[in-house]
């Protein structure tokens, strides 16, 4: 009778039987804590690009914008503390000094949070975007 409620437990929450998280839910958690943390912070434009199936360095890409240096570095580090605390995630930060573009690998999800003139120049949407999103965002 326990493991049916067990099951049922699992079934409600995504994790397995056994006491696992299944890994997807825990991807889903993280880019929802990512997006989520993001939007708190005041980033603009956020974008979240799918990178299943097309490339094995992450699930997911988040593109965002910060009006100056100063709130790139902030968004950055608010992200950063946010996932560790709340998912225990460990991140690795790079570009935070320069403050222009921040790289954030949370793992499966990357973040990349710029500053809007250096975000129009690399254009990293165009890159991964699917043709006709990136033309609407043109």
């Known amino acids: 009778m ?3 409620v067990n099951a ?12 696992t998280p299944d890994p997807e839910h825990l991807r889903e958690a993280l880019l929802s804590r990512v997006l989520e943390t993001l939007d708190d912070s005041k980033a603009e434009d956020i974008v979240q690009i799918d990178l299943r199936g097309k490339s094995a360095i992450a699930d997911h890409m988040v593109i965002c914008s910060g009006r100056s240096a100063r709130q790139v570095a902030a968004i950055a580090d608010r992200l950063v503390d946010s996932l560790k605390q709340d998912l225990g995630v460990l991140s690795r930060v790079e570009g935070k000094e320069a403050g222009d573009w921040v790289l954030i690998d949370a793992g499966d999800v990357i973040v990349h949070v710029f500053r809007p003139e250096v975000r129009e120049f690399y254009q990293l ?11 609407s965002r043109a």
């Open 125 to 135: 949407e165009k890159m991964w975007l699917e043709p006709a999103a990136a033309a």
């Open 8 to 19: 049922a437990r699992a079934a409600d929450t995504g994790t397995p039987v056994t006491g």
């Open 2 to 4: 326990s493991l049916d």
